[in-house]
């Protein structure tokens, strides 16, 4: 076949550019805007968890058997992160190198981080322990939710895992994420950092 040589000189040559660089402009206008609409809708759309100071009154069981309550764990006026998880979750197991990244770059003081062990019935604290060593979180880092209590903390109508709840830092919920979504994920660091 062949090739046709375009006379850049031509009276249509300058149009066909105009085009060109349209069609150009009109493909990235498309490429933010599904971007946007994909970091839009990363977050879940269902109803938002109760405020901290509610949830705060959950118990659990921190990884010594001693007995608390959920914001026994959470100091005032740093944003927080709950995660519920549990070790035999293959999707929480994707999901812990970006939890333990957002402990790595936020201090204890700069955030709360909390890990939920929830639907685990059958692990020791050993393997709890090694599971949190794994992904390069400290061996006690994590507490027990009892599961008749995910729906307390979630409000959704499904115990799904992984699940992680972020709040701003007087307390309010400003995101779920229900399975793992790292795209999701890599947004809470700007949720948290403000």
Not at 127 to 132: G, H, K, Q, S
């Amino acid at each position: 076949m062949k090739r046709r040589h375009i006379d850049t000189d031509a009276p249509g040559a300058p149009r066909r550019r105009w085009w060109r660089a349209l069609g150009c402009v009109v493909i990235a206008l498309l490429v933010v805007l599904v971007g946007r609409i994909l970091v839009v809708r990363s977050f879940d759309d269902g109803p938002p968890p109760p405020a901290l100071a509610v949830i705060g009154k959950l118990p659990i069981t921190l990884p010594d058997g001693r007995k608390a309550l959920l914001r026994d764990l959470v100091h005032t006026g740093a944003p927080t992160v709950i995660t519920l998880w549990a070790s035999w979750c293959g999707p929480c197991r994707s999901e812990a190198p970006k939890i333990a990244d957002l402990r790595r770059r936020f201090g204890r003081s700069d955030l709360n981080l909390i890990y939920l062990n929830v639907r685990d019935p059958g692990a020791s604290r050993e393997d709890l322990a090694r599971y949190m060593v794994e992904y390069g979180m400290a061996p006690d880092a994590y507490a027990v939710l009892p599961d008749s209590q995910i729906r307390s903390l979630t409000k959704a109508a499904d115990m799904l895992i992984p699940r992680t709840l972020v709040f701003d830092r007087s307390g309010a919920p400003l995101a779920t994420i229900t399975g793992y979504n790292p795209l999701a994920l890599a947004r809470v660091a700007g949720l948290v950092g403000r």
